[in-house]
């Protein structure tokens, strides 16, 4: 994908940076070369955004192109917005107070080029100010009011009043901002579509594994998708991209979906989308929705304070105790007695005011049968953890054990528990799911949708291999071309 700098009059554009076409305003807004590019990251480094001037048009004409320019007309709106500033100072109140805890002035200036500063104990501010703002280079405004500081305003920075001493600086961070945090991967063609995929780096249950992360590239590049692994500190970034894959672990109340809500809302083709993310964390949800429309569950009561009393009656002992929220087996309980149920509801539900009980059913593995795009994709059992009923075990020492994973043909899994699972999948959406399913006889019961299912190497795919990669990026290239014709996905 071409990189665009573009500014009033390259001229004057003071620095050198590789890799990247410097246009003129004028250039941009009337060459044909440009409007029929077929895609871009742009750079709007205009002297000016005012509403109708070039600097305007050049963001409002790169979105109609299918640009990504930076910034993009809503930024350019936010930036003039007190209501905006009002929203900001609030929600980073906590980060500003301790970023400028050293400063002895009533007043304070930072200069933020591509969410870095000269000093680095800025950056952590800088950056969430860019992620916030999504313009290039910019110029904050605070002031202290009753020993607080408080954002008064944000602008951005015309490269003409860029300070000598610091052009060596912001070449640099922009080379590194252009080639991306973590580097790109080495292909031999040039990629058609850009790809972004959100890890954590540090999480000690991935979804996948660095080993299964590196098949996903490898699968892209065969089919010219070029990759690039992204953090929650990327969040700004997300415009320069045509598709987001999640491996992190989701919930709500996190990054994960708001990462989701931005890349849907720019149009890119997302996996886990902001709706399955929604439906699939939240066992409530999930609950309401297999019993509505008839998929087999074990027998499941939301529970609330009102309807305690029974339970047991219903249900029996043991009884399974799902927090609303939770993932890889963590808020999940399993009460042996009466004293142990009125324990843990009361745990869970001073911390939610509804949740999902259910009837324990002995099984020495579950099924998951993982769906893509509404069609099955792998089969496993994944085995309890060794003398647990759980998959996953975790220690006192905050380690974790797991049972064995053993994966089969999806063609001779039963019939009846991919179509069971298909069923439940297909509530949720057209994404990538991962279906927890008990075998109790010749009954099968969903347990839960997982919007993020585990896929590592040697694991889920010791069936299909390199192929299940590769239909992952074959669906991706599938809807991104789709959604270029104008035919949009819901993915």
């Known amino acids: 994908m071409a990189i665009l700098i573009v500014v009033n009059d390259p001229r004057q554009w003071p620095f050198q940076i590789p890799d990247v076409e410097l246009v003129s305003a004028r250039n941009y807004l009337t060459k044909p070369e440009y409007s029929e590019l077929r895609s871009a990251k742009l750079f709007n480094l205009c002297r000016s955004y005012r509403y109708q001037s070039a600097g305007y048009y050049v963001s409002l004409l790169a979105e109609a192109r299918g640009h990504r320019p930076l910034p993009d007309v809503m930024t350019i709106q936010d930036l003039k917005s007190q209501a905006m500033m009002r929203l900001v100072s609030g929600e980073l109140d906590d980060l500003i107070q301790s970023s400028l805890t050293r400063i002895q002035s009533k007043k304070f200036t930072l200069s933020i080029y591509f969410g870095r500063n000269l000093t680095r104990r800025y950056d952590r501010l800088c950056l969430q100010l860019f992620n916030m703002f999504r313009s290039p280079l910019l110029r904050a405004q605070f002031s202290k009011e009753k ?28 080379a590194e901002h252009f080639a991306g945090r973590t580097g790109r991967v080495r292909r031999k063609a040039i990629p058609r579509y850009d790809l972004a995929i959100l890890q954590n780096p540090d999480d000690p249950q991935p979804p996948s594994d660095p080993k299964a992360i590196q098949k996903f590239i490898k699968a892209a590049d065969a089919l010219c998708i070029g990759v690039e692994l992204i953090t929650r500190d990327d969040y700004a970034r997300l415009s320069e991209f045509d598709a987001l894959f999640i491996r992190e672990t989701t919930y709500v109340n996190h990054h994960t979906y708001r990462f989701s809500r931005r890349a849907a809302s720019e149009g890119l083709v997302v996996i886990d989308d902001p709706v399955s993310i929604l439906r699939c964390t939240n066992k409530v949800y999930l609950a309401e929705l297999l019993a509505r429309n008839k998929v087999p569950t074990p027998k499941t009561v939301v529970v609330h304070k009102d309807n305690i009393n029974g339970l047991a009656e219903q249900l029996g002992y043991p009884v399974v105790l799902k927090k609303p929220d939770s993932a890889f087996s963590a808020g999940v309980t399993k009460a042996d007695d009466e004293l142990q149920l009125k324990d843990q509801l009361t745990r869970l539900l001073d911390e939610s005011d509804l949740v999902v009980a259910q009837e324990f059913l002995p099984t020495t593995f579950d099924w998951r049968i993982g769906v893509l795009d509404g069609r099955p ?79 590592d190497s040697g694991l889920e795919d010791s069936i299909l291999r390199d192929e299940l990669y590769r239909r992952i990026m074959q669906t991706f290239l599938t809807r991104i071309e789709q959604r270029k014709a104008g035919l949009g996905t819901n993915g």
Request: charged share 20%; glycine share 4%.
């Open 377 to 455: 994709l792998f089969a496993c059992k994944y085995h309890m953890a060794p003398k647990h009923w759980q998959i996953i075990k975790q220690d006192t020492d905050d380690q974790h054990r797991y049972g064995r994973v053993e994966t089969i043909p999806v063609e001779v899994a039963p019939r009846r528990v991919v179509s069971v699972a298909l069923k439940a999948a297909n509530l949720i959406g057209n994404g990538l799911y991962g279906v927890d399913v008990k075998q109790s006889g010749n009954q099968f019961y969903v347990i839960e949708v997982n919007d993020n299912p585990t896929i």
């Open 147 to 174: 020993d607080r500081w408080q954002l008064k305003s944000i602008s951005t920075i015309a490269t003409s009043e860029i300070p000598p001493s610091h052009r060596e600086f912001i070449a640099s961070v922009a």
